[in-house]
């Protein structure tokens, strides 16, 4: 059972410690990795999915329930509990929506006949571009693959720990896909550029220099910024519907 999983502090780039306090994190939290492109945000996010214990680049720990995972084990013990959404998305399966899932539910000794719908609905309420179980899966856009793996591993698959990069350019509605993650008690870290995405969460990791610098917990001025940002954000998504169905941008 997975409880806890905590970050013990390696080096920067330069080979100076860094500095912050070992952090650890549960399930049903939400962790924002920010800093700019280069800062290390995709060796912190691969630190974690390797269950890194010392032999990285960053020569960070990554402790799970407050033990450093068995260096022969680590990599199973990884696949069990962790699952990566990548920017890229492709599928190798040259098959359906209904057919992937199936599959899945198969590996997983689910009944699909009770699956397959709610994956199916949930995908659809993240993207705005509907999907169906006979799609096939080569010919769904970016943004509903990646809604249809944010609702596989919520619904489907058992992995404690999400890793997403850049959830924000799939084009979904990414409030829905973390609040459907944060409901099923995933621990989710997201790297982002997006202050909107960054102060959803709680807490956010900031990165400089390969280094983790800075680990800052959002106070009330920032929640009142947060709500401010949200404003906007209901106004351009607002914008972008009124955009993709041909009508004119004017409110």
């Given at each position: ?25 549960k ?62 998305m492709?599928?190798?399966?040259d098959?359906t ?23 199916i ?72 550029h ?58």
């Amino acid at each position: 059972m997975f409880h806890e999983l905590t970050i013990i502090p390696g080096r920067n780039k330069n080979g100076q410690p860094e500095s912050f306090a070992p952090l650890t994190m549960k399930p049903g939290q939400l962790y924002a990795v920010v800093g700019h492109t280069g800062s290390g945000k995709s060796r912190l996010i691969q630190d974690l999915e390797q269950l890194a214990c010392g032999d990285t680049v960053s020569g960070r720990h990554v402790w799970i329930n407050g033990n450093l995972p068995d260096k022969q084990a680590r990599f199973n013990i990884s696949r069990q509990l962790i699952a990566h959404l990548s920017q890229n998305m492709r599928f190798v399966l040259d098959g359906t929506v209904e057919e992937f899932i199936r599959m899945h539910c198969t590996c997983r000794q689910r009944d699909w006949h009770r699956v397959l719908p709610e994956v199916i609905d949930q995908a659809n309420a993240i993207t705005p571009e509907h999907l169906h179980g006979s799609d096939g899966l080569n010919l769904l856009s970016g943004g509903q693959s990646r809604a249809l793996m944010i609702a596989d591993v919520a619904v489907l698959c058992e992995s404690p720990i999400v890793l997403i990069d850049e959830v924000e350019n799939a084009g979904i509605h990414k409030e829905k896909a973390l609040h459907l993650l944060l409901k099923k008690q995933k621990l989710v870290l997201i790297a982002t550029h997006d202050p909107h995405t960054a102060l959803m969460s709680d807490c956010r990791i900031c990165m400089k220099n390969g280094g983790i610098q800075s680990v800052i917990e959002r106070n009330e001025k920032e929640q009142e910024t947060w709500e401010r940002l949200h404003t906007y954000q209901q106004y351009i998504v607002e914008m972008q519907r009124k955009m993709r169905v041909g009508e004119l941008c004017v409110k």
